[in-house]
């Protein structure tokens, strides 16, 4: 960008971020982002986090609008677990693929063929989907949960890597969906190996939603709170990051001496880019788009995601 346009942009976002302050406590309103977000929306969130914590956080906020950026199934938890308060979301054609590769007919067809299965479902999915099933997860807490479950067989959906990455750490027997993420599954051996020749320093930290063959290469397999840590609390200097791009900001802002690579220029989640910060200040100003779900699927729903949350 020219110099000109760089200053014109800056002093738009400055307007922005004004408008967003005045706005935020004339609604008592709080901002959650996931870390996948642009860093122009991180940047003013009032909580950054995964998914889990996010939806811990939307669960116990005391705010009366949640505006949450990140995609819709994020903002759908949020308002089952707080359906007396208003959530927006800044875009609502901010989805996940992931989570639109599980239907509520497919996922009953396989219970009917698995009758002493239990189901657990990966957060990424839809509150139809949620409904149907008996305890949720995120990659934070997926191999607690399946271990918690009482039931030696699990239908697992819908992320069929993040499935097998669970399923060595159990002696349940998993019936594992075929899903993905279109970002982490697109990771291959291949650019790994490119990037660990051109830093042969860096330690590789991967995320569970990348496949197999790829998790096996890494020095550290977690989810993003878990790379966070692992990065921040690591005496090593360098790293080559596997997961969605949008964790630089938090991993740059936790260790600014820190060198990090990411594995390959497609760890970016176009979904999660969907928003901006004019959109989040757009939702604020005319509350809209809100997240609606019925309420007899937000009940249902609602089961599956507090046992998840009760989970130690
Ligand atoms: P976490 O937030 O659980 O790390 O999941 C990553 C993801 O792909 C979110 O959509
Ligand atoms: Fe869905 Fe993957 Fe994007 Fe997460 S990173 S929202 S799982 S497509």
Same mark, same amino acid.
């Given at each position: 960008?020219?110099?000109?346009?760089?200053? +014109?942009?800056?002093?738009?976002?400055?307007?922005?971020?004004? +408008?967003?302050?005045?706005?935020?406590?004339? +609604?008592?309103?709080?901002?959650?982002?996931?870390?996948?977000?642009?860093?122009?929306?991180?940047?003013?969130?009032?909580?950054? %986090?995964?998914?889990?914590?996010?939806?811990?956080?939307?669960?116990?906020?005391?705010? &009366?609008?949640?505006?949450?950026? %990140?995609?819709?199934?994020? %903002?759908?938890?949020?308002?089952?677990?707080?359906?007396?308060?208003?959530?927006?979301?800044? &875009?609502?054609?901010?989805?996940?693929?992931?989570?639109?590769?599980? /239907?509520?007919? %497919?996922?009953?067809?396989?219970?009917?063929?698995?009758?002493?299965? =239990?189901?657990?479902?990966?957060?990424?999915?839809?509150?139809?989907?949620?409904?149907?099933?008996?305890?949720?997860?995120?990659?934070?807490?997926?191999? =607690?949960?399946?271990?918690?479950?009482?039931?030696?067989?699990?239908? *697992?959906?819908? &992320?069929?890597?993040?499935?097998?990455?669970?399923?060595?750490?159990?002696?349940?027997?998993?019936?594992? *969906?075929?899903?993905?993420?279109?970002?982490?599954?697109?990771?291959?051996?291949?650019?790994?190996?490119?990037?660990?020749?051109? /830093?042969?320093? !860096?330690?590789?930290?991967?995320?569970?939603?990348?496949?197999?063959?790829?998790?096996?290469?890494?020095?550290?397999?977690?989810?993003?709170? !878990?790379?966070?840590?692992?990065?921040?609390?690591?005496?090593?200097?360098?790293?080559?990051?596997?997961?969605?791009?949008?964790?630089?900001?938090?991993?740059?802002?936790?260790?600014?001496?820190?060198?990090?690579?990411?594995?390959?220029?497609?760890?970016?989640?176009?979904?999660?880019?969907?928003?901006?910060?004019?959109?989040?200040?757009?939702?604020?100003?005319?509350?809209?788009?809100?997240?609606?779900?019925?309420?007899?699927?937000? &009940?249902?729903?609602?089961?599956?995601?507090?046992?998840?949350?009760?989970?130690?």
């Amino acid at each position: 960008m020219e110099a000109l346009a760089i200053e +014109r942009k800056a002093e738009q976002n400055r307007e922005l971020r004004e +408008r967003l302050m005045q706005l935020k406590k004339e +609604r008592n309103a709080i901002i959650l982002a996931h870390y996948y977000q642009r860093d122009e929306i991180q940047e003013v969130a009032d909580f950054r %986090g995964d998914s889990f914590l996010l939806a811990q956080k939307a669960a116990a906020t005391e705010a &009366d609008v949640i505006v949450f950026c %990140g995609v819709h199934f994020m %903002g759908e938890s949020a308002k089952i677990l707080a359906p007396n308060k208003v959530v927006l979301v800044p &875009d609502e054609r901010a989805g996940c693929p992931m989570a639109d590769m599980v /239907h509520p007919i %497919g996922l009953r067809e396989m219970k009917a063929r698995h009758p002493n299965a =239990k189901v657990v479902t990966y957060i990424n999915s839809s509150a139809d989907v949620k409904a149907e099933t008996d305890i949720c997860c995120t990659s934070a807490n997926a191999v =607690k949960v399946v271990n918690s479950v009482d039931a030696d067989e699990i239908i *697992w959906c819908p &992320d069929k890597n993040l499935g097998h990455y669970v399923s060595q750490f159990t002696d349940k027997k998993m019936i594992i *969906w075929e899903g993905y993420c279109n970002t982490h599954d697109m990771l291959t051996i291949k650019d790994v190996e490119e990037t660990r020749a051109k /830093h042969p320093n !860096a330690q590789f930290v991967v995320h569970p939603e990348c496949r197999p063959e790829v998790v096996a290469m890494a020095d550290f397999v977690g989810s993003t709170t !878990a790379i966070l840590k692992y990065c921040r609390e690591s005496d090593r200097q360098e790293f080559i990051v596997g997961t969605e791009d949008g964790t630089g900001y938090q991993l740059r802002l936790d260790s600014p001496n820190k060198i990090f690579h990411f594995a390959s220029k497609f760890l970016v989640c176009p979904n999660m880019k969907v928003n901006n910060l004019k959109k989040v200040v757009k939702c604020l100003e005319t509350m809209q788009p809100q997240i609606y779900v019925p309420q007899e699927v937000a &009940d249902k729903a609602r089961v599956s995601l507090e046992r998840m949350l009760l989970v130690k």
